[in-house]
């Protein structure tokens, strides 16, 4: 299939659902939870590269012994499960992943149908932050100059005081960087924007806010069956969205 018509493809498959997700994502956030900071957005496209940096947060007050109880990097690990586990709901099955043991597949459907693959992921954790990374390969979705460049798909999860006794805030941030989109070159940045960078926001919107319930999927791969040692995050330089 020639490389314009698989971006059409993939185009009328991501719009075919935008209504749909639009509905289903509008999920309520659980009434025992205190809002702090409902969920953002900061999606740019640099100029001269054509790389997109995409940044959604939301910040909520918890109970301290729930997250405590939950503070691990097995759960860390599960976290990352559930944001795939979303993402295939949200679309309404269309789009699957698939594991190995060193890459993850976002296909349409099938695995020949690859529109993502990521490495395996990175995991970094403290008592104050949890990162879950995976760094992106290549795919469908992926212009040829950002294959297996340094373009990453993050989780990022910091415990922060909280005003209410007895709780913490959570801050989750998921961060989409230096990805050369597909559509952006085949066809046009404008395409991409009402297109595929909508559905990423939307479907991220919605995985934010149904954090709230805590209802955190089985790990597919189970790396971490144990509490276990895994590096602390590296330090950040700027302010974080």
Not at 6 to 23: H, Q, S
Request: charged letters at 25%; one cysteine or more.
């Amino acid at each position: 299939m020639a490389p314009a018509a698989i971006a059409a493809a993939l185009i009328a498959a991501v719009a075919g659902v935008y209504v749909g997700l639009r509905r289903r994502l509008g999920q309520r956030v659980p009434a025992d939870v205190d809002v702090v900071r409902d969920v953002d957005d900061a999606t740019a496209i640099d100029s001269s590269t054509g790389a997109v940096r995409s940044v959604q947060s939301a910040e909520v007050s918890l109970p301290a012994a729930t997250i405590d109880a939950l503070w691990s990097p097995l759960y860390l690990e599960r976290l990352a499960r559930t944001y795939w586990r979303f993402l295939t709901r949200a679309t309404l099955g269309l789009v699957r992943v698939y594991y190995t043991e060193g890459e993850r597949y976002v296909c349409l459907l099938a695995r020949p149908f690859k529109l993502i693959t990521f490495r395996a992921p990175e995991y970094e954790m403290d008592e104050r932050r949890g990162v879950v990374r995976w760094r992106i390969a290549r795919g469908l979705l992926v212009a040829r100059r950002g294959h297996d460049s340094d373009g990453y798909l993050e989780i990022d999860v910091e415990r922060r005081p909280s005003a209410r006794p007895g709780c913490v805030n959570v801050a989750v941030e998921v961060e989409v960087a230096n990805f050369y989109p597909a559509i952006a070159y085949r066809l046009s940045r404008f395409v991409y924007s009402q297109t595929q960078s909508r559905i990423h926001v939307i479907v991220t919107h919605g995985f934010l806010r149904s954090l709230a319930k805590l209802d955190l999927e089985e790990s597919v791969v189970g790396r971490f069956v144990a509490p276990d040692e895994v590096p602390p995050p590296h330090a950040r330089a700027g302010a974080r969205v």
